[in-house]
């Protein structure tokens, strides 16, 4: 029998890497999108890497009652937002792609210059350039035509955006019932399956 290359034991011999998410959570309000976001991965068996922007830390303390580490504890792995080097930072450290939950205009308008001051925004830029799934969860209304015309730049470059819109088809009785609707419909297009969302037509 032929012996295998040492680049055929690599690839046959790897098990495949658990599915991977980058989190990302910007300080725009809706702190509990996020947490919400990281709760439901740990519960679908998906890796979650981490990383808060100084801002999502001071709006956390106005809208949650749980401290910082509550919510890294909530993931699998924590990287501080100036930690410009870190894994999720490069192309090469396979994710099944990243969701900011909530997105600021600040983040947004980074992402769409590509202007990475942060590891936040760099990440995010990481997945538009390889082609993975960028999710946004906008937070801000009224929107002006300049937050539109960001919008539209995202976009293009590949990102899906994706304000958490109550539906109202689904009775939400809680707030948590809306939050935990926006965040279920948010995984979906990871094809991660949740039992978050009442589906039109399936939940009777």
């Known amino acids: 029998m032929t012996s295998l290359s040492g680049v055929e034991k690599r690839v046959t011999m790897t098990n495949p890497p658990k599915k991977r998410i980058v989190v990302g959570i910007s300080g725009a309000s809706g702190i509990i999108y996020g947490v919400r976001v990281l709760e439901a991965l740990r519960m679908a068996g998906v890796e979650t890497h981490l990383v808060m922007s100084r801002s999502a830390k001071v709006t956390l303390a106005h809208e949650l009652s749980l401290k910082v580490r509550d919510v890294h504890e909530r993931a699998d792995f924590v990287y501080p937002a100036e930690d410009i080097g870190a894994r999720i930072s490069s192309g090469s450290f396979i994710t099944a792609g990243m969701i900011i939950a909530p997105c600021s205009m600040r983040t947004l308008g980074e992402i769409a ?42 976009t293009e470059a590949g990102a899906i955006i994706m304000p958490p819109v109550p539906a109202f ?34 939940d009777e």
Do not use: C
């Open 113 to 154: 210059t590509s202007t990475t001051s942060t590891l936040l925004s760099r990440a995010a830029d990481v997945m538009l350039k390889d082609r993975r799934r960028l999710v946004l969860m906008v937070r801000e209304t009224p929107l002006h035509l300049g937050h539109l015309r960001t919008m539209t730049q995202v």
């Open 169 to 202: 088809y689904a009775k939400p009785e809680t707030v948590d019932d809306i939050v935990n609707h926006s965040v279920g419909r948010a995984l979906d297009l990871f094809d991660i399956p949740n039992q978050l969302v009442r589906r039109w037509g399936e």
